[in-house]
């Protein structure tokens, strides 16, 4: 018998960045092992969408304030 699908506590989050936070922010999710797609949002920004549970929103977050 099959599983059935459940939750499972990520949802997609998203910011919107610019110059080298661009880089810098990519770099920590692929070290963090978080899932996450970009595109241009223009005027220099970069949009992310970023697959995450509450906690590593958090610590995404703490990131980008010491940027």
Do not use: P, Q
């Amino acid at each position: 018998m099959a599983s059935k699908l459940v939750v499972g506590g990520r949802k997609w989050v998203s910011t919107e960045l610019k110059g080298t936070d661009i880089g810098r922010f990519k770099e920590y999710c692929r070290d963090m092992h978080i899932n996450f797609e970009m595109s241009e949002a223009g005027y220099g920004y970069t949009h992310f969408e970023c697959l995450m549970t509450d906690a590593e929103m958090e610590d995404a977050n703490k990131f980008i304030d010491l940027m």
